[in-house]
């Protein structure tokens, strides 16, 4: 099992960059495959970005792509999405989230991640 924590969200301009970091305990990080999610009032959560176990493979959804970048320290049991040209539309509060895995492929359903941080919030002024 491993247990997550979310740190680095706050307020930012729009236009402005952001990095939000999930530390996760045990001794097994590097065996779980990782991703952001994110949730605004009222809407559901919704897939960030993901990333392979080795950190080899990963894929955003289309409203970052570009933006945003996924990266892990596996030696620090550490996740990291970095945000640049934050938008309004960006505000939501940001989870990420684990799930043990033998492959070295990436997941984007919320419902493939059994492992799940409590949040950061992250709100973009305009």
């Known amino acids: 099992q491993v247990q997550l924590v979310e740190s680095g969200g706050g307020l930012v301009q729009a236009g402005g960059s952001l990095r939000v970091s999930c530390a996760a305990s045990?001794?097994?990080?590097?065996?779980?495959?990782m991703g952001w999610f994110r949730q605004a009032p009222g809407e559901e959560r919704e897939f960030v970005a993901g990333i392979s176990k080795a950190g080899l493979n990963t894929n955003y959804a289309a409203s970052v792509k570009g933006r945003f970048t996924i990266s892990r320290d596996n030696t620090k049991n550490a996740l990291y999405l970095q945000m640049n040209s934050l938008k309004p539309e960006d505000t939501a509060v940001y989870y990420c989230?684990?799930?043990?895995?033998?492959?070295?492929?990436?997941?984007?359903?919320?419902?493939?991640?059994?492992?799940w941080g409590q949040g950061t919030q992250v709100t973009v002024s305009s």
């Open positions: 045990g001794r097994t990080f590097r065996s779980y495959a």
């Open positions: 989230a684990a799930r043990e895995t033998s492959t070295g492929r990436y997941f984007v359903r919320k419902d493939e991640y059994p492992y």
